[in-house]
């Protein structure tokens, strides 16, 4: 008689990566609250200033998300994907190397 565990469907690895990527995708967009006092500071802004990267990053994603649909619908999801998380990890270099307030909040709209 089969045991139980070798009767189970295996996951996917690409179920663990689409999994890792979201995760990483939701933490981009938060993480900037817990740094916001040394944003900052660092940027010579205000912290409402600073709150700002939030919403760039939403409406980066409200104005971004239809528009990629429409310009990726006739890629292969698999290649869509992967040319989306290029631009998002681009992106996500490029905040964390901005210079300047202005730098960053293009490159988390960006993203």
Known sequence: MPSLASTRPRTPLALYALTAGAFGIGTTEFVIMGLLLQVSADLHVSIAAAGLLISGYALGVFVGAPLLTAATSR??????????????????????????????MLARVIT
Not at 82 to 103: D, E, Q, W
């Open 75 to 104: 890629l292969p999801h698999k290649t869509a994907l992967i040319a989306l998380m290029v631009i998002f990890t681009i992106g996500n270099v490029a905040s964390a190397l901005a210079p300047s307030y202005g730098v960053l």
